[in-house]
Structures are given as C-alpha cells and as structure tokens.
C-alpha cells in the first residue's frame, strides 16, 4: 500500500489455543474445539484490523494446542521468531495455570475464557487473570455475556467488541515498540510539551530519542542532500495545485514580500517537505546520489519541527511541510499520514501518534484556543448558535501545520464528510480538498521569514476525539480526552470569530460531549480542564479505544466522556477499588511503566 518506513517487520498477533493437559480422554474430546477458536480469532483480526501502512495485521498461531510447560515454552520461542508484539489465549476449559499462561510482562495480553456449561472455561479464565494479577502482568479477561453450546463456534458480538478493542490497541503498542521520536530543533518558544523527557519514551513506549539541529535543513538544501527527481515531480504539483491557491497577502505593505521572493518560498518548503521525510524514515534514493549517511534516516515513527523562533525568524516557516506531513496525500497521491507535530510539541505529537495508530487515519494538530459561549456568540455576532453548536463551542485553531484532511472534503458513501484511510483517499477526494484550502503567506508578525500557511474551515458533523497527553512532576503521563463533533456556525457568525485572531489559519469549530458533571459540566468545563495549550484531534469517537491503550501503557486517564461500560482494562485493575478512575491511577502507579 505504501513504502516501507521501518527497520524490521510489522508485529504480529500471537494466539494461544490453551488446553486441559490430560490425556486419554478428557484433552482429546476438546483439541478441535480449541484449536478452532485460535483460527477463528485470527480469521477476525486479519479481516478486519491493518496496520498503519493498510497491509492486513498478521497472526501467528502455537503449533498445537498448549497443556503443559513445555508447549507453552515452544509456543514463546515460536512468537520470538515471528516478531509477535501482542498475544491472545483462548480456551473453552480448565488448563494448568501457571504451566500454560505466557510469562512476558511487556507484552499486551488477553485471554478469552469461553463461557460454556460443557467445561469450566470461565474457571480458568478467572485462576489465568488471577495469576497474571498476582505475578504483575496485567491481562484483559475476555468473557461473553451468554451462554454458548460447546459447538457454537461464533463469536459472540460483546466478545468481538473486546478482542478488536484490544487488538487495536495492543498492535500500536507494538508498532510503537523499538521506534524513534524525531525533534527536528529543540524547545520551541518555551513551550514544555516540546521539552522531550527522554525517560517517559523509553519506559512507557520503548521508543528512543533522536534530534537534529535545524540547520540540517538548510545544509542538505545547499548542498543538494535530497532528491531532485522527486523535488521537481513535488514542485510541478504544488505550482498546479496550492499556488494558484495562494491568498491575499494580509501583511503591511514594509512586510509583503516581492513576487520573486515569494517563488523562492515555495520552492523552499518544497525542498523542506522532502528534507523532513527523509530525516524521519530514510531515503534509499540519496544513497545512489552518494549520501550515504543521509540515506539511513531516523527510524522515526513520530516526530516534531521547532521552527519558532530560531528557524521562523529567518527563514520560511514550516506549516505547508508539517502539514503535507500529516496529511493523507501528496504529489504521488495517497499517502500513509505522518504524526509531526508543530513547535515540536512531543507530548502532542505523541497523541497524535496513538490516533493515527488506533485509527489509521490523519490526526488534527491544533490550538485548543478558545471556548466561545452562546451568549459571547450572540454578543459579538448578532447571532445565536444552534444545532450542534447550541451549548458553546470551542475554536481549534493553529498556524496552518494541520492536516488538510481536516476540512472535511473527503466524503462516505453517505455522502457525509470523513477523514478517510488513505487507502481509500481518491482524486476527488483530493481535489476537493485541495480546492478547498487557501494557502496565505504567513503572518510576518509570527514569522518573520514568511512561507505559507494554509486556510480551510471543517465541515461540521464529523465524529473526533480530541486528546492530550501531559506531563506531571510527581505523577508521570496523564492522558486526557474529548468525544464530540465538529460543527458549522453561520458564515457570518464565522467571518467575525475567526478574524478575530488569524483569518489565514485553519478552523474546526468543536463541541464536545457534554454530561452535566465533572470536567463535562459544560463546554466551558472542557476548556477549563485542558492541561496544555494543544490538542490532537482524531476522526471518530475512539476514547475506548484510548483507554484500553493508556492501560497498557500504565498512563492513567484523567478525563473522559466515555460511556462506563465500553471501557476495558486489564482485569487488575478491579482489585485497587471500586471507583473506576481513582483505581485506574492507583494501579497504574503499582505496575509502572511498561518498559521500566
């Protein structure tokens, strides 16, 4: 579907067919029915999860059913070689606990324990999590809600629910396993989330740290360190398609740059686009060219561009590169999105990268800058918000690095708008989008250097999550999220928010799920509990997902709008008391990170 990026193969899903031991009668009644419930879960997977670059996910199943010790240890040497990152156990019977469960603490687990009268699968279900539990490895229990007969061999709907929702999960856990996060520059503006803890990747993702100092941008575009071939293919594409876009110049008249200066621009955030891709996975083309240091890359599944100010002061800003980073698709037509965060903000751009791996789609960078109640609305425009935007809105907003599939000109066979898969991202598709996006020269009160920055409003109705992850002296990562929708306000309501702050930057206009409690009281609420001053924002209502995955990393979650029973956690969990989200903190405290 697309080139590869990373050293290694992608991580596979390992499934256990976990069995009662004893022979002449009791393991032979049950060896197809075990067996068959390993092939049906990986059938389920392989159909209906991918990884991030659209491939279909692998799965690797044990040889045989698993009894005793000694196939439980071929089974892990088995895993060792296939390159499996995440496993689940099925079993519809009694097993010998601690001889058959898998003894890998950093690897995401589940077992699913068939709930059959015939044998007691729900017996073992419950000794396996309590084992896991008492030797700190924390597992998901899976158990359906009915009664199955033992020839049933379906998968129940609650049952599927839980395997995929931990699947999705596990696999970014392990796609996340042995990667980089790129810092292209160092602290931008003096924002801490660009201050990147180096301990917090290695112990709660097993990612390295890698940095390059800006002016490696400006050496490889000197001396010619990138691919003419493709800069020239990039550059007839963004003089087809985003310069005859490009908009009024809003600056003083001492500030707006010649027309000749302006090319120069756009050639030259070309030339970065190019630079950061090739910085981040490699460039095996450079190595023909003679670079073959450069050609390497950082292995990096994430990673973030300072720009402000050092870089902005001076030369053109990055939004037009960061933004055809994170977006679906580029002069080669669809693409598998990058999470790169503005500012190199790492804490957001982290977030983003657990969107894009839950959903394998593009994920929103942006401002969380302001929270406009229905009575401020009517007081400045005139006008009352109504339908979605009725109880306030909160403005999204950047400088113009967010993802173009953000305005929302990617439409469903319901004719609805959508962030889509870029496997399924089409010419009208891009051309929609495209058209839809004025590209401003920058605001050279911001940056000084000029370049460009894009302009488009979301259209409203798209289902988003909106995210964070911070920091805490103290406490460690803490991750926060928002299920909601972007919505559409008048033109006119619109036209005086948004200029109001920079009319040459992007709008998502955002209501979130509101519950009458808590950090959900309101919309004011929600902005009144943001942690930081950014937000990644991913297409879909996918804060179960967020959980399940913040429970494997051991990163508590401190608020959420996400309805009580969709929330799935290791079954530990349950014994550090009753009251969900104070035991989520505790236990994460307990167990630590996942790479400690």
């Known amino acids: 579907m697309t080139k590869k990026r990373f050293i290694g193969e992608n991580p596979r899903i390992g499934i256990r067919p ?135 061999k379906t998968i129940p709907e609650d049952v599927r629910e839980k395997l995929l929702r931990f699947a999705r999960a596990g696999i970014a856990v392990a796609q996340m396993k042995g990667k980089s996060y790129l810092s292209i520059g160092n602290v931008a503006m003096g924002i801490a989330g660009s201050i990147v803890d180096p301990n917090f990747f290695q112990e709660y993702l097993g990612m390295r740290n890698e940095q390059v100092d800006m002016t490696e941008i ?32 809003f600056n003083r008249p001492e500030k707006v740059k010649t027309r000749e200066e ?22 095996p083309k450079l190595r023909e060219l003679g670079f073959k240091e450069e050609a390497l890359g950082h292995n990096a599944i994430c990673g973030g561009f300072q720009g402000q100010r050092q870089w902005t002061d001076h030369m053109p800003n990055g939004d037009f590169p960061e933004a055809l980073m994170n977006t679906s698709f580029n002069w080669n037509g669809p693409q598998e999105p990058f999470a790169f965060a503005t500012e190199n903000d790492a804490c957001n751009g982290v977030t983003m990268l657990f969107g894009k791996l839950l959903t394998n789609r593009a994920v929103i960078f942006a401002d969380i800058r302001t929270y406009w109640s229905p009575e401020s609305v009517l007081r400045v425009t005139g006008q ?50 495209l058209g839809a996006t004025t590209w401003y020269p920058a605001n050279r009160d911001y940056f000084r250097g000029g370049g460009y920055s894009s302009n488009f409003l979301s259209k409203g109705g798209m289902p988003c999550t909106m995210m964070r992850l911070n920091l805490v002296k103290g406490l460690g990562p803490v991750l926060q999220l928002a299920e909601g929708y972007t919505v559409d306000i008048t033109p006119e309501q619109h036209k005086v928010l948004n200029e109001r702050t920079d009319k040459t930057w992007p709008t998502t206009w955002f209501a979130p799920r509101v519950t009458g409690k808590g950090a959900f009281k309101d919309v004011y609420s929600v902005m009144d509990n943001w942690g930081a001053n950014h937000g990644a924002i991913a297409y879909g ?39 969900p989200e104070g035991s989520d903190f505790r236990a994460c405290k307990n167990f630590g990170p996942l790479y400690k």
């Open 18 to 152: 976990v069995i009662d031991g004893r022979q002449n009668g009791v393991r032979e009644s049950l060896e197809d029915q075990t067996m068959d419930m390993a092939k049906n879960v990986a059938a389920l997977f392989s159909s209906e999860l991918k990884y991030s670059d659209g491939t279909p996910v692998e799965c690797v199943i044990a040889d045989g059913t698993i009894g005793r010790v000694a196939e439980a240890a071929a089974c892990s040497e088995k895993f060792r070689n296939n390159n499996v990152g995440v496993v689940v156990s099925v079993t519809p019977c009694w097993c010998y606990v601690s001889e058959v469960i898998h003894y890998d603490g950093e690897v995401p687990q589940a077992i699913w324990g068939f709930n059959g009268t015939e044998r007691p699968g729900a017996v073992y279900l419950a000794a396996a999590l309590a084992a896991h539990t008492q030797k700190g490895m924390p597992a998901f229990g899976i158990y359906g809600h009915h009664v199955q007969d033992a020839d049933d």
């Open 218 to 249: 400006i050496r490889r575009v000197n001396e010619g360190i990138y691919d003419k071939e493709e800069y020239e293919k990039a550059m007839a594409w963004t003089r087809a398609n985003c310069m005859p876009n490009e908009g009024e110049d």
């Open 262 to 283: 302006k090319d120069a621009d756009w050639e030259y955030v070309v030339k970065m686009r190019l630079i950061f891709e090739d910085l981040m996975t490699g460039n």
């Open 384 to 433: 009352p918000l109504e339908g979605g935007a009725a109880k306030g809105i909160i403005h999204l907003i950047n400088s113009g690095s967010c993802s173009l599939d953000a305005a929302g000109q990617m439409t469903n066979a319901e004719g609805k708008p959508e962030m889509k898969h870029f496997w399924d991202v089409n010419e009208d598709d891009i051309k929609a989008t």
């Open 541 to 579: 209502h996918i804060g179960a997902d967020l959980i399940t995955l913040a429970s494997m990393l051991r990163i508590p979650v401190c608020m959420h709008n996400v309805e009580e029973d969709t929330i799935f956690r290791p079954s530990a969990w349950r014994a550090f008391g009753m009251e």
